[in-house]
């Protein structure tokens, strides 16, 4: 019995790891024929492929933006905000994974956990060796 909860679990893992990888190279492949794609269009200066029954069609789209902050110049982006009545999209945030840390490392210095703060201990099941 031990056993064979052993091998279910191992066979979990390694499902999981196959498609992890997979799903690696497929998002690979998948970015490697849009710039393909936008690389043959913008050569022919057109702005979508033609119509193909079955596969339909592409269109380059308006590009998507992606704007950050150094952390250095985060004072200087939220007076900005401020001044440009954008407040709104001001948030103080905790990231899970820090808070987690933070409270995981109180809890094994015997301190305390910060006020309002719930948390729960998952348990989890480590895998070794490789054969079986």
């Keep these: 019995m031990e056993r064979d909860l052993l091998l279910r679990f191992k066979t979990a893992r390694d499902a999981i ?13 998948e970015r490697t024929a849009e ?4 690389d043959y269009l913008e050569a022919k200066q057109a702005s979508a492929t033609g119509k193909y029954p079955g596969v339909g069609w592409a269109q380059i789209n308006s590009p998507r933006l992606y704007a950050s902050a150094p ?9 900005w905000l401020r001044d440009h009545e954008q407040a709104s999209a001001i948030k103080e945030t905790v990231h899970p994974s820090t808070l987690s840390q933070i409270v995981g490392e109180q809890l094994r210095n015997d301190g305390e956990v910060p006020p309002g703060v719930v948390y729960y201990l998952k348990p989890q ?3 070794y060796g490789g054969a079986l």
Excluded at 17 to 29: H, N, Y
Excluded at 35 to 38: F, L, N, T
Excluded at 71 to 79: A, G, N, W
Aim: aromatic share 4%; hydrophobic share 45%; with cysteine.
């Design 35 to 38: 710039q393909a794609i936008i």
């Design 17 to 29: 790891k196959t498609c992890d990888e997979a799903l690696k190279a497929a998002r690979e492949e």
């Design 71 to 79: 952390q250095e110049t985060f004072p200087q982006l939220l007076v």
């Design 125 to 127: 099941v480590g895998l």
